[in-house]
């Protein structure tokens, strides 16, 4: 069963090292995330949100534009969202630790600024793109996560803007977008693309992200993630 439910909470923590987190949404979380551990990190309530105030914080969020009947390619994805190469080589979001004392939306954006070039005046995250936190309690790192929409449009001059970045060539390689469909041998695209390397609990961020937002259905995911690549 596929229930879901609405978190509502609104609040501010302040972190070990001084970070000011003030946070308000509502979000629908899944029953089957809750309390499970993917890979290291658990889906939290952020109603225990002072458990984690002795955590390191990083904050990370998925740029993404709907894609409608006229902006269909071939393929007809029903969204096109952005992720990064980053300097390990692995695929993550833009964003990262908050500094000490900094807001932390605040600090989010900043990386954003550095990472992609994102022209704040244009876009700018708030807590209403907030979609969910984890926690690793060996890592002592908290993970929070947001998805800012834009148009299509706006999502290709975001794209053209990354080379300037005051980050790219050292900590980000590249902008990649998600390939958000399954080609008729039923491996390649969106499964190809999940078999890559993820840092952190990013692929994690990514499927449950799409699934909540509904660029891709549970059956689509759960397909993808048991999809195996055709020999020969
Ligand atoms: O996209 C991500 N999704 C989940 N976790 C991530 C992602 N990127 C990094 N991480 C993890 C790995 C690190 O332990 C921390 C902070 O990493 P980073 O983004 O590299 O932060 P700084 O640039 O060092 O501020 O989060």
């Known amino acids: 069963m596929n229930t879901t439910f609405k978190l509502l909470i609104s609040g501010r923590i302040l972190t070990k090292s001084g970070l000011v987190h003030n946070f308000k949404y509502s979000s629908t979380a899944w029953p089957f995330v809750k309390d499970t551990y993917i890979n290291d990190f ?10 984690y105030s002795k ?22 994805p029903r969204g096109c969202v952005l992720m990064q190469m980053r300097f390990d080589g692995y695929l993550g979001f833009p964003g990262g630790l908050v500094d000490p ?4 939306i605040h600090g989010l954006n900043r990386e954003l600024e550095e990472e992609m070039n994102l022209d704040l005046t244009k876009h700018k995250v708030t807590e209403k793109d907030f979609i969910f936190s984890q926690h690793s309690s060996s890592r002592n790192l908290t993970l929070h996560f947001y ?43 969106f499964p190809a693309f999940l078999t890559h390397a993820f840092i952190g609990s990013a692929r994690e961020q990514l499927l449950h992200t799409l699934q909540h937002l509904k660029l891709l259905t549970p059956e689509e995911i759960s397909d993808a993630l048991a999809a195996k690549p055709h020999k020969g």
Do not use: W
């Open 101 to 104: 004392g900094e807001d932390a």
């Open 55 to 76: 955590s390191t914080h990083a904050f990370h969020c998925m740029v993404y534009a709907r894609m409608n009947e006229q902006t269909f390619t071939i393929q007809r």
């Open 147 to 189: 998805a800012l929409e834009t148009t299509l449009p706006e999502l290709e001059k975001i794209e053209a803007r990354v080379q300037l970045a005051k980050d790219y060539g050292s900590e980000v390689l590249g902008i990649v977008r998600v390939p958000l469909y399954t080609m008729r041998d039923g491996f390649r695209g």
């Open 42 to 51: 658990k889906v939290i309530d952020y109603s225990k949100k002072y458990d």
